[in-house]
DNA sequence: GCGAGTTATGTTTTT
DNA sequence: CATAACTCGC
């Protein structure tokens, strides 16, 4: 028997002031329990703190498993709960991440090798259009992405390629199903396996293999799963198993922050949690100490427009301050413009810049934004981590690696083997495969016998050698540690120098490298005993949110979504507008607006002391100048926002005017043109029309440029101004 | 086998 | 308009 949780004179927490619902969260004893917790109301604190109690109350710290959505979320509660005593025992860490390390751990019983490859969504593409080509089916109506994320609808629902055969009836499944198995054929041929499948296995390996289960049970007696409202029905599976022999799970979470159900989350595992585990204790925890009245009385409005809702309270604790206010602008580069004037102000006034987030709904969003920011000279951050690991210099030599670990490969194999050029073409892979298919081998293993095979050139067998044996080479570094591995390959697989060839173009690439290493180096120097397959799979698993530089003094730009779990003292939210949230792909559907208003209610309740919500009359969607009509959400926030618009237009003109005035001319019907009419192109200069197809809309027009040039272009996006 | 140049294509949010 | 994918000529 453990020693009753108290708060204890002795514990390091128990200076610390809890509320009495925080408390009875905290001090819960064992059974399941159900943190409902609005926004800013402690709850990362009170799971923080429970680890600690549970710690303080004799329950050794390995014992206890807390998952948190990111995996900064992770780093940063690891860091508070060692602070609060718990040593550094419990396993902190994201769903994904616990998922690969029991796929690791038990690799036999799921039915995976070891040392698996995690595939992002251009692994995944790539596959993808395999599948489909090999299925010989058109992709016009089966495309990649559409098709993946139907298959990750399902591996999220915990329906495999086998039970998807059996119940696959109209034509479409049926076609649909063909394409899953075969992506799932091609997949363990690669020994990868995509995000969905992480979790997938898992679920499998637990619900089919008991010992296994009950093993982990043993090992993690206390489950703690935070923003519960985002968890899938694998997820939700894995917990379910994970916790079957003791009912310790403690989830917390927020349904009216339920930002994720287009990935799959599933709202019903947070709203049935009580039927579940019918035993459950369950808190509420509806007291804000974050934001002020004023943030939290709109944000109260805005989110009691949801129907599908329960109705819940947000508890100002706060005193009065600050400013909540909408802004109008012309354009969008006029937002941009009055937004870092608006930031400028909030810097003289005191803010600090690092105390300062923009939010938008779409990344392109950015752009703007940031020529604005540069402009007014405010340093920013683009909270948006995972663009690095897709730059191509990264992803080349990562490429490399994952082939040391993981020959079977073939996607990054296929990505280095002529990278930089060595003299290894389509023809010779091609050979190259079929040699593989003819004698049942592995596209590596023929690799090493490219002598043997006959279609080869000697040249070319020889180049192919001379690639294994480089790669050998490397091999012989592999269980040492990452970062030196990372350099030696970096340098003598050509790619330094064929970015040093390619000029001062690659300046920014070379360091960007440079980084890769040292942020190896540096998790060599972090990790006990560090493997570059540790380090693989866990840099696949990264989120934009896990690259945010909180020490930096700058501003941070993200979006809404990566916004989620942060907070700001003040925070600007642009595009509010119809279109841009609610988003238009998600206009159809009442339920998909509730989540656009929940992603805008996220938004808002980021902010501590000052609120600015801002939207463009006029906006450049692909190219086109559009009007717009402001979100219906800005009614919802009941700020009489018909006045302020007049108010803060008039406002915003000067700054906006002489960007947007150009643009709304241009704001034509597509123009015609007349042969021989003498045009002007903003890259190309002058030239000569030589046809024009009148095509309303998608007209054509050939122009032959005074530099010679005869390019046919779309009139609507090629801004051509007659002369 | 390689690169330049043309053509197709897309267009939310992300672990 | 931006970029990915593809074609064609060397």
Redesign the pocket.
Known sequence: MMPPLSNNAGSAFSGSRLTPSQQKAVFHREGPLLVIAGPGSGKTRVITFRIAALVDAGVPARNICAIT???KAAEEMRSRAIALGASGGAHIS????LCVRILRRFAEDAGVRPNFSIY??ADQ?KCM?QAITTCELDT?NF?P?RTLDAI?TLKNKLIDADVFKDQADDFFSKMLSRIYCRYQQILAELNALD??DLLLKTAFLLERHLDTCSELGNRFKYLLIDEYQDTNHAQYRIAKALVSSHNNICATGDPDQS??R??GADIRNILDFERDWPDATVVRLEENFRSTPQILEVADRLIANNESRKAKRLVPTRPAAGEVVIESYEDETGEALGLAQSIRQSIDKGVSAPDIAVFY????QSRVLEEALIKSKISYQIV?G?EFYNRKEIRDLLAYLKVLVNPADEVALGRII?TP?????????DRIRGYASRTNKTFYESLKVAGRIESLSKS?SARVEQFVRMMDGFTKDISGPVGPLAERVFTESGLEQSLIAAGPDSRDALENVGELISAAASYDQQTEKPLIVDYLQQIA??????VYDTSAKRVAL?????AKGLEFDTAFIVGVEEGLLP?E??AEDGD?IE?ERR?FFVGITRAKTNLHVSFAKYRQI??QLLRIIPSQFLFELGLGFSESIAQSTIESRQSAVENSESQILNRQSTPRFRQGDIVV???FGLGTVKEFADMGDNSIIVVAFNSG????L?VK???LAKI
């Open positions: 959505f990111t995996n994201t769903f994904h991440s992002d969504q593409t259009k016009t495309s992405g990750s995000f969905d930002i994720y287009w990935r709904r779409v990344n392109a948006r995972v002529n050029a060595r003299g290894i073409g389509k023809t010779t892979i070319a698993l990264f989120s934009d949110t896990d993200m979006t809404l979504h990566s988003h792909r998600s998909e989540e992603l692909r190219g192109h903003k890259k040039e005869v390019k046919s779309k996006y090629a801004r």
